[in-house]
């Protein structure tokens, strides 16, 4: 089977699709168990992470279940395999894959939106503890544009014929109408997924402009937030490729856009992996240390976290706790305990005696 006019053969869309799958799923489960096993507690955002991700697992699933269908429909589209014989098998098979479009696209926009709903659920532990009611309500005003730009996106998916219930009938969905339809939706959905994306990256500005953190601290922050520009370039791709051909042969860049977004909420768990300073290698300690303790049961941790603070106990579990304490300022404790400690974890210092 030729590529049916979508850049790349069946076999290597799903070996594409699903090793980017299997690499979220292993980021996912290894931020689950940062928060679980050493940080020994979940948040509201690990919720919606975890949806984005099942959501995104049914997409390629879908995409699995009707990869075949999909490029003998578009096969026939760009020419590469003539026309059905029967005059009523190829208005069956635009009405199959529109069913199968349809939830997939359901599932995509759920996705994708998971995605923003996790980091604004982040955002809201250091929202709401901070002082005045100006962050809150900047807050609550970015999640309400976000959830109306959610909605929208849906309604694209089922208003794509007109009337919702035309949407699994040829005829009603085979005019010019239609066609002219479909280029509008094309960049009101761009439109509303985009302006959300930079919601969710340009809102922690106004959350650190008047905080104490440190300029080098303030673009780590930053930094983090801003990956969500990546999904940006991945939309403008595939809307441009969308107003410019069928949208049955632009999947692999609505695949692309999906599991990179996917990718990308899991990254800023792990900052402290790759970034240097004394407290990312005293949280790779602790991390070994957990593994060992969670995969080797006769071995006891000494070391744990909780709360924001790190502790030793001994052998009679008895907690001895640093002589001097030099707590956070109140944005960068809302981060620790919100889980973000990989973030914001150099302006947090523990001082022991030697």
């Not at 995104?56 to 995409?63: R, Y």
């Not at 603070?309 to 001895?320: E, F, L, W, Y």
Request: glycine share 8%.
């Amino acid at each position: 089977m030729a590529n049916g006019g979508q850049g790349i053969s069946p076999g290597a869309m799903l070996a594409t699709i699903w090793f980017l799958t299997a690499l979220a799923t292993i980021l996912l489960a290894g931020r689950l168990f940062i928060r679980g096993v050493i940080q020994r507690r979940f948040y509201l955002d690990d919720v919606f992470a975890i949806l984005a991700w099942l959501s995104m697992l049914g997409v390629i699933v879908i995409a699995t279940a009707f990869n075949e269908l999909n490029y003998r429909f578009t096969s026939i589209l760009v020419g590469e395999a003539p026309m059905p014989t029967s005059p009523n098998e190829f208005p069956e098979m635009v009405i199959q894959v529109r069913k199968w479009g349809v939830s997939a696209q359901t599932l995509f926009w759920t996705s994708i939106f998971c995605v923003k709903l996790s980091f604004m659920l982040l955002y809201r532990l250091v929202v709401f503890s901070l002082q005045g009611e100006g962050h809150k309500r900047l807050w609550l005003v970015s999640l309400v544009y976000i959830m109306v730009c959610y909605g929208i996106c849906l309604i694209g998916v089922f208003g794509q014929c007109g009337d919702v219930k035309n949407l699994f009938t040829y005829e009603q969905c085979a005019t010019p109408y239609v066609a002219e339809l479909l280029s509008k939706l094309v960049w009101t959905s761009f439109f509303f997924n985009v302006t959300s994306d930079l919601v969710v990256v340009f809102l922690p500005l106004a959350l650190i402009y008047h905080s104490n953190l440190r300029h080098d601290q303030k673009y780590a922050i930053l930094g983090v937030c801003s990956l969500a520009l990546i999904t940006v370039v991945f939309e403008t791709v595939r809307s441009v490729k969308l107003y410019q051909q069928d949208p049955h042969l632009t999947n692999l860049y609505g695949y692309l856009e999906l599991l990179v977004a996917v990718i990308i909420s899991t990254l800023p768990t792990y900052r402290f992996v790759i970034f240097y300073g004394e407290k990312s290698k005293e949280y790779r300690r602790l991390v070994w240390t957990r593994m060992t303790t969670v995969f080797n049961p006769t071995t006891r941790g000494s070391v744990g976290l909780s709360g924001g603070s790190i502790r030793s106990a001994d052998r009679d579990g008895a907690v001895n706790r640093p002589s001097a304490y030099v707590p956070p300022d109140e944005l960068t404790a809302a981060f620790i305990q919100a889980g973000g400690s990989m973030v914001l974890s150099e302006s947090w210092r523990i001082v022991s005696q030697s």
